[in-house]
């Protein structure tokens, strides 16, 4: 967990740096995948989103919410993954929602920096690790 000052620009830098945006999705669907089928779940992509504490937490404070209405808004999310409702969330579906999460997200930060305290693997952290690089990159002389 490390504390980063991002804004809209550094998510948005990450999404169009589709090497690097492929690659780490591609990481965090492999984790997700747990019983290694190639494709995800309801309930791998419901512990994802558990982990992420995006729903239970409100700027980080618990709310509670009964859980029939947890399985609800876990069931809407999964559909709004699984495109072609196959039941199933294959790697393209999941890069293509993300992406849209992560536009949304962008949208919502807007060009004011705000501090935001992130799981190191998060895509969020990847996000300004990745326009970290690049402006030291840009200070300093090749030596990879
Ligand atoms: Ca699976």
Redesign the pocket.
């Known amino acids: 967990m490390g504390v980063v000052i991002i804004d809209g620009s550094t998510v948005r830098d990450f999404v169009s740096d589709e090497a690097q945006f492929k690659k780490s999705v591609d990481e965090q669907f492999e984790a997700l995948?747990?019983?290694?089928?190639?494709?995800?779940?309801r309930g791998?992509l419901r512990k994802a989103f558990e982990s992420m504490r995006l729903i239970e937490t409100h700027f980080g404070i618990d709310v509670a919410t009964p859980p029939e209405q947890l399985t609800q808004l876990y069931d809407s999310i999964f559909e709004g993954f699984d495109c072609d409702k196959s039941g199933?969330v294959d790697r393209e579906e999941f890069r293509e929602e993300i992406k849209k999460i992560m536009m949304a997200i962008a949208e919502g930060l807007g060009t004011c920096p705000i501090q935001m305290a992130l799981d190191d693997q998060s895509l969020l952290q990847r996000a300004a690790d990745l326009e970290a690089s690049k402006a030291s990159s840009a200070s300093k002389a090749s030596s990879a």
């Open positions: 995948d747990l019983n290694k089928d190639g494709v995800l779940s791998e199933t």
